[in-house]
């Protein structure tokens, strides 16, 4: 990409100076040559060696030590100059033809008739080096015209040429080629490195730094020269040359995917969309450039399109305070920086480059280098804001879990509050039931004292044991928890227990009762028990010494409750019958609130059957 | 033997009324009726009664319990409690007070009856027939006819139903060891097992009628006698 920089068309004319040569000797190690050189352009592409030799071509002088034609231009450049032997002995130099990409360079001896031939399409076999050479040999005080016809297809045309002594020159070489080995080394590590963390991190934006790199590095060992020598076939090199539309997008190509994934572009929507589109289309784009040789020296527009593209979102995520493109911005000001400053040098305003050539690949390392800063950056502020999240996300919890704590225990407080409070009403409005009872049983009791009646303090007796009846159901579900069922057997137990307790008899009372019923049946049961009883104490024994036994039982069969109360008594006629009364209540109760049936045997002492179906 | 002096702290007139009229035509003298703790203590003090009828909601500043206290600590008159109250822990506070009955209201007059009978043998206001010597003696001047299954305070004897009749000759015969409630409803009801509650409310009614602690009850382990003299 840096290539662009170097794209200048020059044209002078210049005054023709036939037979100027080139006093060389041993002291200086490098002469520039192609200020000293004369030009000719051959439109034709026709002339040979002969032609330029023979016909008197006018060349001309050039004055500039280096010339650019850019890609592939469409004519031969032959460039004339001679080299004089000053010395009295032989000299050996080396002209080295400061361009790897350049396709065809031809030298011709005028002396000799030898040709020698180098490019990157006729690499030298024999040749280590990263730049075309070829050996010259000057014999004493000999004097000696040389030609180059050069020529350049697809890749461009920049003509710089060198003369070195030998030995400076491959010491030069050297120390060129390790530095940029270093440079490729560095290089490759950070990428392989990255790979690893990609690998372990699943975070996109690592493998698209590292296929940047590898872009990056694929496009500089084209570029510097390194590939054609040491890594490619020379048959493949055409071949790549004709991708090379490619190996200059590939690293763009990835940078744009790493910058889109490094600053999120999706917060950026319209930008994110652009882009998006335009990397749809890029590779078909770049692809054009293959098909055809046509549009070469346009290769790379969409490149630099793109380029720019990615320079403005870097700039404009930065503007928007992203943090990330802070990174990216100081990196994309490193690459200007070289690419500034090799332009300042090839326009020689600044001095740098011929000090310091390696201003392109340092700046490649430290921007490199910058990402994966950038990238462990990302990570760590990735990783913190999760470590956040979680923190409180746990926090949050826990004082969720706190406040429910604290919920249930007061929602547990209230309704044992509310409980307790329940508990005590209840227990009140009992007592006050019971003292209502004994107030009404007092009553009863006082007006009976004041009568002498038998009879009537016979129903006083009576009516008190009606009340009694119901009063040990209220005792009963005073003392427990379930207010609408009661445990037949202990309430019976208790009505029982009064009975026997207001007739002193020696009657023995047998019951079988197994069954719980709810509060309204209970009522009317405990009625009818006490009716029942009651007629059996005061009828059906004539004298206490009658061994008399009453049974009672009261099951329930498949939602029938069967009601049986008999005795062994002598049994009473029931057309006479001077005790009605209780027996109309039992009638009553059973068929109008029991909604049952109940069936009188008299005959062999009093034989009661209830039974009713359980609607509860 | 003079008439027994009764004092009646009931705060319900109607009630306190009849009680009056029933002890009235069981020929005892009702020295006064009271319905507050100052009022008692000062018809005390004047009437000095023999036995006090006390009820234990009085709707005053003190109950019939901590008043029976109050007097306890200067005169040890006999205290027998009529009260609506039956729940454990009403009436465990008026055991502490060693009352001589307690009596739930709704009353019966037979009740009232037996139990002023029995205070009064307590306190020995009536003489009492021999003991005799078949009987077993249970604590608190109670005496039992393990033959013929009747209960009787020194001489006189006190009625029972018959499922208090089995589970107080139950309790006699394990002598003082404690049975659990499964063996004592196996006892009384055999087969019919009865509801988690039954054996509860028998214990309770025997209580009442003791009007003391003879039983001791734990309801993890089961029920003993307690032989308290």
């Known amino acids: 990409m840096t290539k662009n920089k170097f794209l200048f068309f020059i044209f002078f004319f210049t005054t023709i100076i036939y037979g100027k040569s080139i006093s060389v000797d041993n002291n200086i190690s490098q002469y520039e040559l192609l200020s000293q050189s004369e030009i000719y352009i051959d439109n034709t592409k026709s002339l040979s060696f002969e032609e330029i030799d023979t016909m008197s071509i006018e060349f001309q002088s050039i004055d500039k030590t280096q010339l650019s034609f850019g890609y592939s231009p469409d004519f031969n450049v032959w460039i004339k100059f001679t080299l004089e032997n000053r010395t009295n002995k032989d000299l050996f130099k080396i002209l080295e033809y400061e361009n790897s990409m350049t396709t065809h360079i031809t030298l011709f001896d005028t002396q000799t008739n030898e040709v020698f031939k180098d490019g990157l399409f006729q690499i030298n076999k024999n040749r280590k080096t990263v730049n075309p050479i070829f050996e010259l040999r000057l014999k004493p005080y000999e004097s000696k015209t040389y ?6 297809y ?20 050297l120390k060129h080629q390790s530095i940029l080995e270093l440079f490729f080394g560095a290089m490759f590590i950070l990428a392989v490195y990255n790979l690893f963390v990609y690998f372990f991190t699943k975070d996109k934006s690592y493998l698209f730094y590292v296929l940047y790199i590898f872009g990056v590095i694929s496009h500089h060992l084209m570029y510097v020269g390194i590939g054609y020598i040491y890594l490619l076939k020379p048959s493949w090199i055409e071949y790549i040359i004709h991708l090379s539309s ?8 990835a940078l744009a995917f790493f910058t889109k994934s490094f600053i999120s572009l999706r917060q950026y929507p319209k930008l994110n969309k652009i882009l998006e589109i335009y990397l749809w289309i890029f590779p078909f784009l770049v692809s054009l450039f ?5 549009l070469n020296k346009y290769r790379n527009i969409f490149t630099v399109i793109l380029l720019l593209y990615l320079v403005f979102l870097a700039i404009y995520a930065s503007l928007k305070k992203n943090r990330q493109a802070y990174f990216i911005l100081v990196g994309w000001l490193i690459i200007l920086i070289g690419g500034m400053s090799m332009y300042l040098s090839s326009t020689g305003v600044l001095n740098i480059y011929k000090h310091y050539p390696y201003i392109v690949e340092t700046a490649f390392i430290l921007e490199a280098t910058l990402f994966a800063i950038a990238l462990a950056d990302k990570i760590n502020r990735l990783q913190k804001e999760k470590e956040n999240i979680n923190q409180r996300f746990i926090a949050q919890q826990e004082s969720e879990k706190e406040r429910l704590t604290l919920e249930v225990k007061n929602k547990t ?19 006050r039931v019971k003292n209502n009872m004994q107030t009404i049983i007092s009553l009863l009791r006082l007006q009976a004292d004041e009568v002498d009646d038998e009879q009537i303090e016979g129903i006083f007796i009576t009516i008190q044991n009606r009340i009694n009846a119901m009063s040990h159901l209220h005792e009963l579900l005073y003392k427990q928890a379930d207010i609408t069922h009661i445990n037949a057997h202990e309430y019976f137990a208790s009505v029982i227990d009064g009975l026997q307790n207001s007739y002193e008899n020696e009657i023995d009372i047998y019951y079988d009762i197994q069954v719980e019923l709810d509060v309204e049946q209970a009522i009317s049961c405990g009625l009818i028990l006490n009716e029942l009883v009651v007629n059996s104490f005061k009828y059906a024994f004539e004298d206490e010494a009658d061994n008399g036994i009453i049974n009672i039982e009261l099951y329930k069969e498949k939602d029938i409750f069967y ?12 057309t006479t019958s001077s005790h009605s009364f209780g027996l109309t209540l039992v009638n009553n109760l059973v068929t109008n609130h029991l909604k049952g049936i109940i069936q009188i045997d008299t005959n062999k002492g009093v034989k009661t059957q209830i039974k009713w179906k359980d609607n509860g | 033997m003079a008439k027994a002096k009764i004092l009646i702290v009931e705060d319900n007139p109607i009630v306190a009324l009849e009680i009056k009229s029933a002890l009235k035509k069981l020929d005892f003298d009702i020295t006064d009726i009271t319905n507050s703790f100052k009022d008692t203590l000062n018809s005390i003090i004047k009437e000095e009664p023999d036995i006090i009828m006390m009820d234990i909601d009085l709707g005053d500043e003190k109950d019939g319990t901590q008043i029976a206290q109050e007097i306890h600590k ?14 454990d822990e009403t009436m465990e506070k008026a055991f502490d007070t060693n009352p001589v009955g307690y009596l739930i209201k709704p009353f019966k007059r037979e009740e009232l009856k037996t139990t002023i009978m029995l205070a009064l043998f307590k306190i020995n206001k009536l003489e009492y027939e021999n003991i005799n010597q078949d009987h077993t003696y249970i604590g608190f001047g109670y005496y039992f006819d393990l033959k013929n299954r009747k209960l009787y305070y020194k001489s006189q004897q006190i009625r029972l139903g018959l499922k208090e009749r089995q589970l107080l000759s139950a309790l006699i015969l394990a002598q003082g060891n404690t049975l659990s409630a499964e063996e004592l409803e196996y006892k009384i009801w055999i087969d019919n097992a009865p509801s988690e509650s039954s054996l509860r409310t028998l214990v309770y009614r025997l209580k009442v009628k003791l009007g003391c602690k003879i039983i001791e009850v734990s309801y993890s382990n089961g029920y003993k006698l307690t032989y308290k003299t």
């Open chain 1, 413 to 431: 407080r209230d309704l044992q509050e509310a409980l307790n409070k329940q508990t005590i009403l209840l227990k009140e409005l009992n007592h």
């Open chain 2, 74 to 87: 200067s005169k040890n008159i006999p205290i027998l409690y009529l009260s609506s109250f039956s729940d």
């Open chain 1, 246 to 253: 490619f190996i200059v997008a590939l690293p763009i190509f």
């Open chain 1, 154 to 173: 697809i890749t461009t045309m920049i003509i710089k040429l060198n003369l070195w002594e030998v030995h400076s020159f491959y010491r030069e070489e």
């Open chain 1, 147 to 152: 030609y180059l016809k050069i020529s350049s």
């Open chain 1, 290 to 294: 293959v098909l055809t040789d046509f």
């Open chain 1, 563 to 574: 009601f049986n109360i008999s005795d062994n008594g002598k049994g009473y006629n029931p």
